[in-house]
């Protein structure tokens, strides 16, 4: 039998109307399950007239209430620490963690049972195996290996592939850089923003990335995988393929990955996951071709039942047939376009931190890059980016500011950004999600009392 | 065997799903395992799910054994 290129090549090729059966079947599982294992889902699925008979199609998925992350937070914070959301007893768990954080929130804790486990690496493989990656490969991972879930999974279904892995927790960038070399690693997983920061080390150390044995490199945590000119500058740089993937802590693994055929967006595992696609606002769905907001229901992790999540991620849904893999998983059209929160409203006009990447990235000679609001005066809104720009002679550095600060504005409506130079190594590095936009503005009329968004 | 789907899985597939099926009824029911083979049969349970829920046979939930 010859080798397959799918993963799963009865699922991820099956007609739509099956998908829409299996996904049906398995949605009136996870209903009665959550519903005699969570009294506090229980609750609200009577309330909103829901139960596992009633559940006839995926029309009634949008009978059931929709779960936001401050319900889950509220949630733990009255019952901790992991609120009246676990289906199994907490010893029955073989894994705990916890989402990255963000400022003034409160992490969401996890817990997996041991198949629960298992199937976040399962996940994983989709995405692996779906870009190529084999057993005679090698696969290097720079990943702090902490409690942030990250790429425990992907860690995981490397071994279970059968690769050879190499964890690189706990390392400089420069050991990093030379265990990729000394072992031959053919596969690098990190974040897009740390896959550019290990080529800029080495250069550093005068190591050609592009002439090594990198062939693939997987990248998650950032929405910038998907945007393209970061992506060409990442593939440029090692020499190599890149492919986008996208999880969260709350269903433990990814949802989405990027095939082979690198199609300018990522495959839904759609035999895992039902997504939906909404307005933002108003909660009703967008069609196809649409961006709106992607709401989760996953049949994976039992532990603590997910339905219809609202995860703040923008998207643009397109059909399967975007692709020529053959895979009938729908698709997210450059990946996840940002998050429903994100945008800055800066004299009228929105900002989006991936779109003001997606433009300096255009920008071979800048290293990296920070986005700055603050309040002129106390009293007008600006924008700044401050940019570095190693070994630029002064023409060629004043050039490029002017270049940058020009595409910026166009693409914002006439927006007047400041772009200024940083010094060489000012800039903060990441390793895991990039923050790069900072925002100081205060409140207009105040005597510098800070923005709450 | 069929599957949810009603389609007729392969020797092969049909093969994998019997252990399991095993597995887990002997996991369940028999309490004269030593802590290596309990735990090593609970650790191939986890895996062989994957296996039984990709072939469509929903196989539900492991809690209550552990797994």
Redesign the interface.
């Known amino acids: 039998m010859p080798e397959s290129t799918y993963w ?1 090549p ?2 991820e090729t099956m007609p739509r109307d ?1 998908i829409e ?2 996904q049906t ?2 949605l009136k ?1 996870l209903v009665a ?1 959550t519903q005699a294992s969570v009294p506090w889902h229980a609750a609200r699925f009577s309330k909103a007239g829901v139960s596992a008979d009633s559940i006839g199609g995926l029309k009634d998925l949008q009978r059931i209430p929709m779960m936001t992350r401050d319900e889950w937070m509220q949630a733990q914070l009255q019952s901790p620490p992991y609120g009246p959301l676990l ?3 907490e010893e ?1 768990a073989v894994r705990y963690h916890l989402t990255s954080g963000t400022t003034g929130r409160i992490p969401l804790q996890v817990l997996d ?3 629960d ?3 976040i690496a ?1 996940m994983w493989c989709y995405g692996f195996w779906g870009f190529g990656v084999r057993p005679s490969d090698i696969v290097f991972f720079a990943f702090s290996y902490g409690t942030f879930v990250g790429f425990w999974g992907a860690h995981y279904a490397c071994e279970k592939i059968g690769c050879l892995v190499l964890p690189g927790g706990n390392m400089t960038t420069e050991a990093r850089v030379k265990q990729i070399m000394n072992m031959k690693a053919t596969v690098v997983c990190s974040t897009p923003t740390y896959a550019l920061r290990m080529a800029q080390e080495a250069k550093t150390m005068g190591v050609d990335l592009a002439a090594g044995p990198v062939k693939r490199l997987i990248l998650s945590g950032e929405p910038a995988g998907s945007i393209p000119a970061t992506k060409r500058l990442i593939e440029e740089e090692w020499g190599a393929r890149a492919a986008d993937t996208a999880g969260m802590t709350e269903v433990g693994t990814i949802m989405i990955f990027e095939c082979s055929k690198q199609p300018g967006g990522t495959h839904i595992i759609e ?1 895992h996951y039902i997504e939906e696609v909404v307005n933002p606002d108003t909660g009703e769905p967008v069609p196809y071709g649409e961006m709106g907001e992607r709401l989760i229901t996953s049949f994976g992790r ?2 603590i039942p997910v339905l219809r999540y609202r995860t703040r991620d923008l998207v643009v849904r397109v059909p399967a047939s975007h692709c020529s893999c053959g895979r009938t998983f729908d698709l997210y059209e450059g990946g996840i376009r940002g998050r429903v929160d994100d945008m800055k409203l800066v004299r009228g006009t929105n900002v989006y931190p991936r779109a003001v990447e997606a433009i300096v990235r255009e920008f071979k000679e800048i290293d990296e890059f920070r986005i700055r609001l603050y309040t002129a005066d106390g009293r007008q809104d600006e924008i700044e980016v401050l940019v570095e720009i190693p070994g630029g002679d002064g023409a060629q550095t004043e050039r490029i500011l002017k270049n940058l600060s020009t595409s910026l504005s166009e693409a914002h409506e006439g927006l007047r950004f400041g772009v200024k130079k940083a010094e060489d190594g000012s800039l903060p590095r990441f390793e895991l999600k990039a923050k790069r936009l900072q925002d100081d503005r205060i409140v207009i009329g105040t005597a510098g009392e800070r923005r709450s968004t | 065997m069929r599957n949810a789907m009603g389609v007729e899985l392969t020797a092969g597939e049909q093969a994998l799903v019997e252990c399991y099926q095993t597995l887990v009824r002997t996991l369940r029911e028999r309490d004269d395992l030593p802590p290596f083979a309990r735990r090593n049969g609970l650790k191939a349970v986890a895996a062989l799910w994957q296996v039984v829920n990709g072939l469509d046979l929903d196989p539900g939930q492991l809690y209550d054994i552990g797994a």
């Open positions: 799963n009865r699922h099956q059966a299996l079947r398995k599982n399950w289906a199994a007893p029955k049972g041991m198949k486990w298992e199937w399962e035999d039992g532990f």
